[in-house]
C-alpha cells in the first residue's frame, strides 16, 4: 500500500505578534508544554537578562540558567547543571548563541526545547541544527526541533538593527541555496524534497519582494515567519540543503579564513547569495538581489564589510572546501583565481548597474 502522507516535524506552537513574551506561561499551559511551570530558562548576560525581570514574576516554579557564550563547552555546562532537577521543558530566551546552547543541552538530558529569541539575526531559531564553537573552530550539531516558537515582535524591535537586517540576508539566500539543490538534481542525481525546496523559496520571496523595512512590524513578522519556515524546511529534509548552497559556502569561507574578521552570518549569506546567483546565469535576479540588499543595509560588495577584492577571491575558491560532498554552482564551475577576478569584475559592473 502507497504512502500517502506523511508526518512533517515541526513545533507544536508558533506565536509570532507583539506582546507574546508576557503570555509565555499561558501558552506552554494551554499547550500542555508545561502545566507545572517547572521550566529550566536559559538566558544570557544581554537581552536575555533584562528580560528576565519582566516574566520571572510569571514564572515562579522556573529556575534561571545564565550562560556566558555560544560555545560546546558552555552547552555541556548548561546541560550538566540541569540533571541536578526536573523540569517539563528548556526555555532558550536571548539571542542565536544562546537559543543554540539551550537546544544542544535540552537534546542532551532529554527535554523539548522552547525557542524565544530576541533577535532575527538567522534561520537556526527554529532549525534541528546547534552551531556552536568547539576547539577545532565551529561545529553544527544535530539536535530536535523546537516543541515551540515564541516570537515578541516588541522585543525584536529593541534588538540592534543589523541584527536583524542579518537574518534578512539569510532568508534571501535560501532562493540562491535552493537554486543550488536544483542544479545538484540535475547534474548529479541528488533527491530533492519538493516541499522543503518549496517552504524555504518562498520563505525567501516573502522578504525579498516586501516592501516595508524591519521598523515595520509587518515586515518584522514576514521575517520571522521566513525564518520560522526555513528552519521546518531542513526538519523535512533533513539537513541543511534548503537553506545553504554556494551562498553558505562563501560564508564559511569568510569565517574560516578570516575568523577575527568575519562579519555576521546573514551579511556574508547574502552577498554569497547575490554573487553566486550571478556565476549561475541570472544576472537580472542578482542585481534584483542586490538592490534589496542594499535598501536593507547590507552588503554586496566585500569592501562593505571589510575585506579586499583579493580576499574575497580567496574565499570563493576555498569555499567549496567547507562542504565536501555539497554539490553547488561552485563546485559545478569549479573556476581558478584569474577566472573568478574576472567574474566578480562583471558582477560589480552588473549590480553597479
Not at 121 to 145: K, W
Request: with cysteine; net charge negative; proline share 5%.
Amino acid at each position: 500500500m502507497p504512502v500517502l502522507s506523511r508526518l512533517i516535524p515541526s513545533p507544536v506552537v508558533v506565536e509570532i505578534r507583539r506582546g507574546a513574551l508576557d503570555d509565555l506561561a499561558s501558552v506552554l499551559a494551554d499547550e500542555r508544554i508545561s502545566h507545572s511551570g517547572r521550566l529550566a530558562v536559559a538566558v544570557s548576560n544581554g537581552s536575555g537578562a533584562r528580560l528576565r525581570e519582566r516574566i520571572a514574576p510569571s514564572l515562579p516554579g522556573a529556575t534561571w540558567y545564565e550562560v556566558g557564550g555560544g560555545t560546546l563547552d558552555d552547552a555541556i555546562r548548561l546541560a550538566g547543571e540541569m540533571k541536578a532537577d526536573r523540569y517539563d521543558a528548556v526555555v532558550g530566551l536571548g539571542g542565536g548563541k544562546i537559543i543554540d546552547c539551550a537546544k544542544f543541552a535540552a537534546a542532551r538530558v532529554g527535554l523539548p526545547l522552547v525557542a524565544v529569541p530576541t533577535n532575527l539575526s538567522h534561520d537556526g531559531l527554529c532549525s534541528p541544527v546547534a552551531t556552536l564553537d568547539n576547539d577545532a573552530g565551529r561545529g553544527s550539531y544535530g539536535v530536535p526541533n523546537p516543541i515551540a516558537v515564541l516570537i515578541d515582535l516588541d522585543v525584536i524591535r529593541e534588538a540592534p538593527p543589523r541584527f536583524v537586517r542579518s537574518g534578512i540576508g539569510d532568508a534571501i539566500s535560501n532562493i540562491s541555496a535552493v537554486a543550488d539543490w536544483e542544479l545538484s538534481h540535475r547534474v548529479t542525481g541528488e533527491k530533492i524534497d519538493g516541499l522543503a525546496a518549496a517552504m524555504a523559496r518562498q520563505a525567501g520571496e516573502a522578504v525579498l519582494r516586501h516592501p516595508g523595512g524591519i521598523g515595520d512590524n509587518d515586515f518584522l513578522q514576514v521575517l520571522a515567519e521566513a525564518l520560522v519556515l526555513t528552519g521546518v524546511a531542513m526538519s523535512i529534509s533533513g539537513d541543511s540543503r534548503p537553506a545553504s548552497g554556494a551562498c553558505h559556502e562563501i560564508n564559511h569561507g569568510f569565517d574560516l579564513l578570516f575568523p577575527k574578521r568575519a562579519a555576521s552570518h546573514g551579511e556574508q549569506c547574502g552577498l554569497g547569495a547575490a554573487f553566486a546567483m550571478y556565476l549561475r546565469g541570472a544576472h537580472e535576479e542578482s542585481a534584483g538581489m542586490a538592490e534589496v540588499l542594499s535598501r536593507h543595509e547590507l552588503p554586496v560588495l566585500p569592501k562593505d564589510i571589510g575585506f579586499t577584492v583579493d580576499e574575497f577571491v580567496r574565499v570563493v575558491e576555498f569555499a567549496p572546501e567547507t562542504r565536501p560532498g555539497r554539490y553547488t554552482i561552485l563546485e559545478h564551475l569549479d573556476l581558478k583565481t584569474e577566472q573568478i577576478k574576472d567574474v566578480y569584475a562583471d558582477y560589480v559592473k552588473a549590480i553597479g548597474s
